[in-house]
């Protein structure tokens, strides 16, 4: 299959590490330029507690505004616009928008699973099953976040079996899909290999998503491990925004303009545009006011023509 799935988390992963919390006004301007851009898979917000992570205070009042202006005609209506949701309290706050789709996050390290969202790992399983049903009664998707599954801050190594038992355990849920966190950006591509060689025979590699963070320069290319196993679904951020506030010396997700700019040079389709990317990567360095990280935003696309077909 030549067509790739590009789960853009900029609005939420990138802009909850940014020191400079973006107004509500203009997450919706960035909104509306990744949509121009091609995204369709947008994750805007994260209904979590606004002492936790300030950055995302208001992600009700800006999705309930995506959203309106999407049932206007003003926002393309074949968008997806999605948010986190951490347990039942953040789920009625997501229901009152009348956001369709959301994400339950959990963790394969039970101390990074503390720090992030205070509860243990069982315990969060118990509060996804909640979310899980309120979800089916209001006819909402749900997708799952396994954070720390390539090694964590406060644990070290984070051992394969672990992980395959919490993504079955999710997928056993009924999230739509799993998406598998290398949160601090430890990974290397043969590591990877072998853990998603091992998911797809769990869950099957239509049910996967790989979301890299950048920390180590190894992002990319743990993109083209899962990619050769078949993985077909990649999350990535504008310009290569963010990280975690709980995972200390994260940074960013891999880049959207680096990981479309590799895979349209390999023949695959994502549907957005590389040079318009590039331009918002321009907007938001202005926006948040420093360099984003990304090498398509610095480099730009190669200006010189192909040679001639011989
Ligand atoms: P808590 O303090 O344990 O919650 O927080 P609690 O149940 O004890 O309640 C305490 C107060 O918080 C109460 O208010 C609740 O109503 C309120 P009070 O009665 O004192 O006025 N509360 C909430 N308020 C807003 N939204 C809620 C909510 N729940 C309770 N959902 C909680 C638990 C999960 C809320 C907290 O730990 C939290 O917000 N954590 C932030 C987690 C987070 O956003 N982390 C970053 C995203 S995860 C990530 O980046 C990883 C990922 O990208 C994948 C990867 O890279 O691996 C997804
Ligand atoms: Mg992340």
């Known amino acids: 299959m030549k ?30 330029r990744l949509a121009e851009c091609g995204v369709r898979q947008l994750e805007l917000g994260a209904f ?34 999605s948010a986190l949701v951490p347990n039942p309290r953040g789920m009625e706050d997501a229901i009152r928008t009348g956001v369709s789709s959301v994400a339950v996050f959990g963790s394969a390290s039970e101390s990074f699973s503390r720090r992030n969202i205070n509860c243990s790992v069982d315990e969060s399983f118990e509060r996804f099953a909640v979310v899980m049903r309120m979800a089916k009664a209001n006819k909402m998707k749900v997708r799952g976040y396994l954070s720390m599954c390539f090694g964590c801050p406060f644990e070290g190594e984070v051992p394969e079996t672990r992980v ?25 591509p043969k590591q990877v290999k072998n853990l998603v060689a091992k998911l797809i025979k769990a869950v099957g590699a239509r049910k996967l998503a790989m979301h890299f963070h950048d920390t180590r320069g190894t992002a990319l290319a743990n993109v083209l491990a899962s990619l050769e196993l078949g993985v077909r679904t990649f999350d990535s951020s504008l310009g290569g925004l963010g990280g975690c506030p709980y995972a200390p010396a994260a940074t960013g997700n891999v880049a959207t303009e680096d990981v479309v700019y590799m895979l349209h040079r390999m023949g695959f389709r994502t549907g957005l545009d590389i040079e318009k990317l590039i331009s918002l990567n321009h907007w938001m360095t202005a926006e948040i006011g420093h360099e984003l990280p ?17």
Not at 174 to 180: H, L, P, R
Not at 294 to 310: E, I, Q
């Open 164 to 188: 395959v038992k919490l993504a079955k355990r999710m997928a056993a849920l009924g999230v739509y899909e799993i998406s598998i966190g290398d949160t601090i950006g430890v990974a290397d």
């Open 3 to 32: 067509r790739v799935t590009i789960v853009e988390v900029g609005a939420r992963d990138g802009l909850q590490n940014e020191q400079k919390a973006l107004s509500t006004g203009t997450r919706l301007e960035f909104a509306r």
């Open 48 to 81: 979590v507690s606004p002492q936790w992570v300030p950055q995302m205070a208001d992600s009700g009042p800006l999705i309930a505004e995506a959203l309106a202006l999407q049932a206007a005609g003003r926002f393309p209506r074949d968008v997806e616009i």
């Open 294 to 310: 990304s090498r398509l935003g610095r480099a730009g696309t190669p200006k010189a023509k192909a040679p001639a077909k011989r």
